[in-house]
């Protein structure tokens, strides 16, 4: 194959989360979350798996981050946990939990790697729930004064602030069909959660830059949204419509200003919007620096009238909409391997969304990864390889065709839990032995070390 080179300064480096690897869930004053309270409700996560223990990452932050840096990456993605900072959601802050940020700021920065901060990945405080959690529009109130609290405290050292991970996924798994924490299954509720979620994008951002916060985005997981027969009419409108719920619903407000009209009638047939208030656009359309996009795999539907796999995560979606069973290649989350998918939706993105410049902020894949048979060597995860090389050429595909594509961070560094799969899929570079805590490179992070030391491949 071509050598690709990736442009200069093309940022290289990975993502994790705090829920999916801090642990320590009881330590140093840190508050409950909803992910504490769903993880811990039997037949929610497989085989009852919760964040306690993780990959302890809280105690271990200092080695993990030598890791990095031995590996090579740049930047550094992380989230920060609202309930450790501010253990209701609301009141007082817990130092404490700022305190560990603190550290981990300054040992990533020691490190000469760039701190990325994500304020929400999904870890809502579980006071805040017990209030209507994201369709309580106070929720949106609340998070703008835990984002200041963050700010006051990093932002001295952390160049670049994003809100929010994916809202797609807090809205429509969390309360549409409820896979997700909190749990709830009600397509009002998901609608209201798009718009508070959005709303407290807005407001956050507002804060960071009274703050003097340079640089402030959001991540989002857009779907390559395909119809099974492009021929077909009605699957294009069954195209049209998953995209204005998954794409639509939160670029337009964000970076054109303004729900798109199909998708504000789609809604209303569902739920009266009175959670839309008269100023809410103008403040979730402020501009942002960056948009972090996250990708993983194609979305295929069909138009059907008997059509399955509607609804919950699309709501109104149900007996209109077929999602397309996935077709192999597949990762270990069954998910399709279409690196092409990735090209187009940047391709897309910038396209119709031009002012925005772009940062890969996850692509990765779950494997099996059969263990080596002895626990030092390590994982052969020549698939995974495969994945992140196809996708770094779809980046790379982008780029070349004009897209302003500034890096790539990998989903995950380490094997993690994974939301309510619990531990049991891997998409880690570096393998995590949950009995000893003991990490070991797999093979694709010493690829990984490779491309980012030659930027390309
Ligand atoms: C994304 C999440 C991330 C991880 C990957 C596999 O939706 O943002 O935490 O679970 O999927």
């Known amino acids: 194959m071509t050598e690709l080179r990736f442009p200069d300064n093309f940022l290289w480096g990975a993502a994790t989360a705090a829920y999916q690897i801090e642990g320590a869930a009881r330590d140093d004053g840190?508050?409950?979350?909803?992910?504490?309270?769903f993880s811990h409700t039997p037949g929610r996560?497989?085989?009852?798996?919760?964040?306690?223990?993780?990959?302890?990452?809280?105690?271990?932050?200092?080695?993990?981050?030598?890791?990095?840096?031995?590996?090579?990456?740049?930047?550094?993605?992380?989230?920060?946990?609202?309930?450790?900072?501010?253990?209701?959601?609301?009141?007082?802050?817990?130092?404490?939990?700022?305190?560990?940020?603190?550290r981990l700021t300054d040992a990533v920065l020691g490190r000469g790697?760039?701190?990325?901060?994500?304020?929400?990945?999904?870890?809502?405080?579980?006071?805040?729930?017990?209030?209507?959690?994201?369709?309580?529009?106070?929720?949106?109130?609340h998070f703008a004064i835990y984002a200041a609290a963050v700010y006051a405290r990093l932002g001295d050292r952390i160049g670049t602030w994003t809100t929010l991970n994916e809202p797609w996924c807090s809205a429509y798994l969390g309360y549409g069909n409820g896979v997700h924490a909190p749990g709830v299954q009600d397509p009002g509720a998901a609608f209201s959660a798009v718009h508070h979620l959005l709303l407290a994008h807005g407001l956050?951002?507002?804060?960071?830059?009274?703050?003097?916060?340079?640089?402030?985005?959001?991540?989002?997981?857009?779907?390559?949204?395909?119809?099974?027969?492009?021929?077909?009419?009605?699957?294009?409108?069954?195209?049209?419509?998953?995209d204005g719920l998954h794409n639509r619903i939160f670029l337009?407000?964000?970076?054109?200003?303004?729900?798109?009209?199909?998708?504000?009638?789609?809604?209303?047939?569902?739920?009266?919007p009175t959670f839309v208030q008269d100023d809410d656009e103008k403040i979730i359309a402020a501009p942002i620096d960056l948009l972090g996009i996250n990708y993983y795999a194609p979305t295929y539907v069909a138009g059907r009238p008997d059509g399955a796999g509607g609804g919950g995560a699309y709501p109104g979606t149900e007996g209109a909409v077929q999602f397309l069973a996935p077709v192999g290649p597949l990762t270990d989350m069954g998910w399709m391997?279409?690196?092409?998918?990735?090209?187009?939706?940047l391709e897309r993105i910038a396209t119709d969304y031009p002012a925005?410049?772009?940062?890969?902020?996850?692509?990765?894949?779950?494997?099996p990864d059969k263990a080596a048979t002895d626990v030092t060597s390590p994982v052969q995860d020549t698939d995974r390889i495969a994945y992140l090389d196809g996708h770094l050429r779809a980046a790379h595909a982008a780029i070349a065709r004009g897209v302003d594509l500034r890096g790539y961070l990998v989903w995950s560094?380490?094997?993690?839990?994974?939301?309510?799969?619990?531990?049991?899929?891997?998409?880690?570079?570096?393998?995590v032995d949950y009995l000893t805590q003991r990490r070991t490179p797999k093979s694709s992070a010493r690829w990984y070390q490779e491309v980012i030391s030659r930027n390309g491949l």
Not at 30 to 37: A, N, V, Y
Not at 57 to 78: C, K, N, S, T, V
Not at 218 to 223: D, E, H, K, M, V
Not at 356 to 367: D, K, M, Q, Y
């Open 30 to 37: 840190r508050g409950k979350s909803i992910w504490d309270t």
């Open 337 to 345: 391997i279409e690196p092409a998918g990735l090209t187009r939706l």
């Open 252 to 272: 337009d407000p964000l970076l054109i200003g303004g729900y798109p009209d199909d998708v504000r009638e789609h809604v209303a047939r569902i739920v009266e």
């Open 356 to 367: 925005v410049p772009l940062l890969i902020t996850e692509n990765g894949a779950a494997f």
């Open 204 to 242: 956050a951002t507002q804060a960071l830059r009274a703050g003097g916060a340079g640089r402030v985005g959001i991540t989002l997981n857009p779907a390559d949204v395909r119809p099974a027969d492009p021929n077909s009419t009605a699957d294009a409108a069954a195209a049209r419509l998953v």
């Open 413 to 431: 560094l380490l094997d993690n839990f994974e939301w309510a799969e619990g531990y049991r899929k891997r998409f880690g570079i570096v393998h």
């Open 45 to 102: 996560v497989y085989a009852g798996h919760t964040g306690d223990v993780a990959c302890d990452h809280y105690h271990r932050y200092a080695d993990d981050i030598a890791m990095m840096a031995e590996l090579g990456l740049q930047a550094y993605r992380f989230s920060t946990s609202w309930p450790r900072i501010q253990p209701d959601g609301t009141g007082p802050v817990n130092p404490r939990g700022l305190d560990f940020y603190d």
């Open 113 to 141: 790697i760039d701190p990325i901060i994500t304020l929400y990945h999904w870890d809502l405080p579980q006071n805040l729930e017990d209030r209507g959690g994201w369709t309580n529009r106070d929720t949106a109130e």
